[in-house]
T-cell receptor
């Protein structure tokens, strides 16, 4: 079945450091890919998405590029802030199923210190 | 604010009891999803409804059931509760059923079974 693998956390960075959170996927069809973020005590918010190969999703300084050849969708940010501390979830939705459901990775906790 | 409203936000109940979690999707969204987030299982897809009909089923226990009403709100019923059912239950909605369509999440209902 479809699956998403994320790097283990926590990822601990100092403010203004460069961030990469790795995400790879396995899918039988042609999935759409998403990054969701969960701030402490809050629900899931869509951060960015990409629906086809080579698409780049971006939002709030975060970027991720849909790489079909490496089945990856790594999240990057050039300069993190303390306010970026949260849990980040990579997810896919396989369009071949017709009725979509999101398959999530296990989440990666990011801790940014001043 | 995603526009998806869940009630109650927090709930504490005893083993063996039954609870109902309620969800109002974003205005106009026809698809409703339920997810469970627990420490050991991560984010698990439970069930999806589209315009009142069940469309996809995930890892939903037989003790759990859901429905979507004509006004498109949804309820998740959890019965014969066990300690292991303690989790954060998310409702989500999307405008259409196709993969790649953005799914918006509510803030979740925290269920604690004691």
């Amino acid at each position: 079945g479809d699956s998403v693998t994320q790097m283990e956390g926590p990822v601990t960075l100092s403010e203004e450091a460069f961030l990469t959170i790795n995400c790879t996927y396995t899918a039988t069809g042609y999935p759409s890919l998403f990054w969701y973020v969960q701030y402490p005590g809050e629900g899931l918010q869509l951060l960015l998405k990409a629906t086809k190969a080579d698409d780049k999703g971006s939002n709030k300084g975060f970027e991720a590029t849909y790489r079909k050849e490496t089945t990856s969708f790594h999240l990057e940010k050039g300069s993190v802030q303390v306010s970026d501390s949260a849990v980040y979830f990579c997810a896919l939705s396989d369009r071949d199923t017709g009725f979509q459901k999101l398959v999530f990775g296990t989440g990666t906790r990011l801790l940014v210190s001043p | 604010d995603s526009g998806v409203t869940q009630t109650p936000k927090h709930l504490i109940t005893a083993t063996g009891q039954r609870v109902t979690l309620r969800c109002s999707p974003r205005s106009g969204d026809l698809s409703v999803y339920w997810y469970q987030q627990s420490l050991d299982q991560g984010l698990q897809f439970l069930i999806q409804y589209y315009n009142g009909e069940e469309r996809a089923k995930g890892n939903i226990l037989e003790r759990f059931s859901a429905q979507q009403f004509p006004d498109l709100h949804s309820e998740l019923n959890l019965s014969s509760l066990e300690l292991g059912d303690s989790a954060l239950y998310f409702c989500a909605s999307s405008a259409r059923r196709e993969a790649g369509n953005t799914i918006y999440f509510g803030e979740g209902s925290w269920l604690t079974v004691v």
